[in-house]
């Protein structure tokens, strides 16, 4: 599989996704976490598609966290109660 970037589907979401993820005084809530894979051609952007089908363009990027030090799942701890469970089964898939 390529690389996995995480997608935050925001209460209230941009126009397009950025390579921040959602600020805490921005007023804005993760209301779900999605993976998606690179865009074509691009080892730094999401493509067009989460693993669940759903449209990346109105969705966040997370940061990105160095290959060399993965963590033990694919999103951050701290939104595990929100992660997309279609997104999670293709992972572990």
């Not at 693993?51 to 963590?71: I, N, S, V, W, Y």
Request: charged share 25%.
């Amino acid at each position: 599989m390529s690389e996995i970037f995480v997608m935050y589907e925001l209460d209230r979401p941009r126009s397009a996704h950025t390579r921040t993820g959602p600020s805490p005084d921005d007023g804005r809530t993760v209301r779900r976490v999605h993976a998606a894979t690179a865009a074509p051609a691009s080892s730094t952007d999401a493509g067009p598609r989460t693993l669940c089908g759903h449209d990346t363009f109105a969705m966040e990027q997370a940061p990105r966290k160095p290959a060399e030090h993965p963590g033990p799942t694919w999103y951050p701890a701290q939104y595990a109660q929100l992660v997309c469970a279609e997104c999670d089964a293709a992972m572990e898939g």
